[in-house]
């Protein structure tokens, strides 16, 4: 049975760096895309940012662009996203979730309501001073 799991969360200064990683075990991610997505308290979850099956395609909420970046290594079977400076109001519960292309896509720009197949259980980020 396959599964997802987060790690690189923590607390940082306003203006620090993480690096998050969600590792897959019990199946492979190269057919999978992978989508980032976040929960603060009080708001629903949004979608952060996704990349596609063959790597070839990237995407970034407006308000991430030139901070956030999403790489994956099919070898470690591991899909990483890199936050630099990081704001107050990127403190949330980031999870990612693994599913066919077209399903992260509209999932992770909130076009379309699916029941994704994989998801991790989250990792906290904590911006504060």
């Known amino acids: 049975q396959g599964q997802l799991v987060e790690s690189g969360g923590g607390l940082v200064q306003p203006g620090g760096s993480l690096r998050l990683s969600c590792a897959a075990s019990?199946?492979?991610?190269?057919?999978?895309?992978i989508g980032w997505f976040r929960q603060a308290p009080g708001k629903e979850r949004e979608g952060v940012s996704y990349i596609s099956s063959d790597n070839g395609t990237t995407y970034y909420s407006d308000s991430l662009k030139g901070r956030f970046t999403i790489s994956r290594d099919n070898a470690k079977n591991t899909v990483y996203l890199q936050m630099n400076s990081l704001k107050l109001e990127d403190t949330a519960v980031y999870y990612c979730?693994?599913?066919?292309?077209?399903?992260?896509?509209?999932?992770?720009?909130?076009?379309?309501?699916?029941?994704?197949?994989?998801w991790g259980q989250g990792t906290q980020v904590t911006v504060s001073s």
């Open positions: 019990g199946f492979t991610l190269d057919y999978y895309a």
């Open positions: 979730a693994a599913d066919l292309d077209p399903m992260i896509f509209c999932t992770v720009q909130n076009t379309c309501t699916m029941k994704l197949r994989y």
